[in-house]
């Protein structure tokens, strides 16, 4: 599974889910920071990854509107704000178990 980080996330949660051997991204290191939500979902989805944010309520409204018009997604990944070792925890535990066709135009709580 590839994983883009929101803008939000702190950039050291992309690097150490790296060492782990996943596919992850950030906002700060594609350069993608103050753009809309709407924009950073539909980079993730160029970029066929799953999107990861704090963002509960916008993101969540999102899933619905791609699901009510029929546009797909690579799956959003939502979480209250965590410090950096708990998101780390619980994003490994996540894609460990968890498969990019299971999380395809879902909505997922960390």
């Known amino acids: 599974m590839k994983l883009y980080l929101d803008e939000d996330v702190h950039k050291k949660i992309a690097l150490a889910l790296r060492l782990k ?11 993608r920071q103050s753009l809309s939500d709407y924009q ?7 970029e066929q990854r799953a999107i990861f944010t704090f963002n509960v309520g916008d993101f969540n409204r999102l899933h619905k509107e791609y ?38 135009n879902n909505i997922f709580w960390i």
């Open 21 to 31: 051997g996943y596919d992850v991204i950030s906002a700060h290191e594609a350069q």
């Open 40 to 46: 950073q979902l539909e980079y993730a989805i160029v």
């Open 67 to 104: 699901m009510e018009n029929g546009k797909n997604h690579f799956g959003i990944l939502l979480s209250k704000q965590m410090p950096i070792a708990e998101t780390i925890r619980c994003l490994t535990k996540f894609l460990f178990s968890h498969s990019s066709e299971e999380i395809k």
